[in-house]
């Protein structure tokens, strides 16, 4: 989805603030939480300027190809960009000296994801060694590796929290079971 409005990350933006303070595990796993509902304006350069439908909402044609625009680590590693608000993306556009024009995308963490652990065809992962959550603000580097750890634990948990909702549904047929009919007297 093409951005034309406001992104809101303030809860995210307070758990950053909050790790950055008190680099706890808890604090840690607050800034994961965050992230993982967080929309983010990700910036791309298009083959086609977008269209417009019926009701003014800019879309991608189908054969319209996009570059997500990267940046590199110290050793040369592309890192997907992820901006929390339109300020922090435009500390990024001042730094740019490319003239290609760029166009802002609204993309959840699962978009990243994706991105970044999608197998190609002829093996191996896309280019992507990660993503920066706002590189010239809090500077939230996650490498490949740490987002496949996430996703894994993710779905641990949501096996665990399933689990403990059959046992708790099989709890309530059980008791259900046990209670005396009242409607015998």
């Not at 500390?91 to 024009?101: D, G, I, L, Q, Y």
């Not at 490949?144 to 309530?172: F, G, S």
Request: hydrophobic share 40%; net charge negative.
């Amino acid at each position: 989805m093409i951005y034309n409005g406001v992104i809101n990350n303030s809860m995210l933006h307070g758990a950053i603030e909050t790790m950055k303070l008190n680099p706890t595990p808890e604090n840690h796993t607050l800034v994961l939480e965050e992230v993982l509902k967080a929309k983010f304006l990700c910036p791309v350069v298009l083959s086609k300027a977008p269209l417009l439908d019926k009701n003014g909402e800019p879309y991608f044609a189908e054969d319209c190809d996009v570059q997500y625009q990267m940046v590199q680590n110290s050793k040369g590693k592309p890192f997907l960009l992820a901006f929390t608000d339109q300020e922090q993306l435009d500390k990024w556009k001042e730094r740019r000296t490319a003239v290609t024009e760029v166009y802002e995308v609204v993309m959840e963490f699962s978009e990243y994801i994706n991105l970044m652990l999608r197998p190609l065809p002829e093996g191996g992962y896309g280019p992507a060694e990660g993503i920066v959550i706002d590189p010239f603000g809090a500077n939230l580097v996650m490498n490949r590796d740490m987002v496949a750890n996430l996703v894994i634990r993710r779905m641990q948990m949501a096996e665990r929290e399933e689990q403990l909702r059959q046992a708790q549904k099989a709890q309530n047929a059980r008791n259900a079971e046990a209670e005396p009919d009242s409607t015998l007297d």
